[in-house]
């Protein structure tokens, strides 16, 4: 089956400073990749998507390009704020029913 | 558009009772519903797909008796955690997919349980 395997945090960085999470996946064919933020205490959001080799996905300022030859999508934004920090889960979706396969989750943390 | 709702967002429930939660689609008909279950500091951990209609199915290791999803609408499906105990104690989130964009889902805020 799929999967996704994602850098493990916890990431602490300071305001402005640049941000990456490496996201790699198994799939067959070739999946829809996304990247899914969790604030404190809520559900998932999706912060970004895309559905072919070479799309790039970008939403506030993350940016992620779906790299088909080394199946990644790495999230990076140039100058995080401390309103990002939250956990960043990087999936992909698959199957008849579409189901989604997580990461594992990123926590971020902003200090000022 | 593709807002997801979820009732209760937080419940506290004594061991032996049943809790039922509520997942809406509310801009939207959602002919798939997930449920996942997230454990402190976890990832996701999907439990079920129900399909509108249909029986769910149910993910390896969820006991389906004990954990009843029902679909009777296109935009709503509930879990019953039946006889609670406090290992049910979990973040339970919903998600549903938007019949025109089958690849993408919208999720619920979620809802804390807690049993006692």
């Known amino acids: 089956g799929d999967s996704v395997t994602q850098m493990e945090g916890p990431v602490t960085l300071s305001e402005e400073a640049f941000l990456t999470i490496n996201c790699t996946y198994t799939a067959t064919g070739y999946p829809s990749l996304f990247w899914y933020v969790q604030y404190p205490g809520e559900g998932l959001q999706l912060l970004l998507k895309a559905t072919k080799a070479d799309d790039k996905g970008s939403n506030k300022g993350f940016e992620a390009t779906y790299r088909k030859e080394t199946t990644s999508f790495h999230l990076e934004k140039g100058s995080v704020q401390v309103s990002d920090s939250a956990v960043y889960f990087c999936s992909t979706v698959g199957g008849s029913n579409y189901k989604l396969t997580f990461g594992k989750g990123t926590l971020l943390t902003v200090n000022p | 558009g593709a807002v997801v709702s979820q009732h209760p967002s937080r419940v506290i429930c004594k061991s032996g009772t049943s809790v039922k939660i509520e997942c809406r689609s509310l801009d939207f008909q959602a002919t798939t519903m997930f449920w996942y279950r997230q454990f402190p500091k976890k990832s996701l951990m999907l439990m079920a797909t129900s399909n509108e209609g249909s029986k769910a199915t149910y993910e390896q290791g969820v006991e389906k008796d004990k954990f009843l999803i029902n679909h009777a609408s296109l935009t709503l499906s509930t879990l019953t955690v039946t006889s609670a105990h406090p290992e049910d104690s979990s973040f339970y989130i919903c998600?549903?997919?938007?019949?025109?964009?089958?690849?993408?889902?919208?999720f619920g805020p979620g809802t804390r349980l807690t049993v006692t």
């Open positions: 998600s549903a997919r938007d019949l025109g964009i089958p690849y993408e889902q919208y």
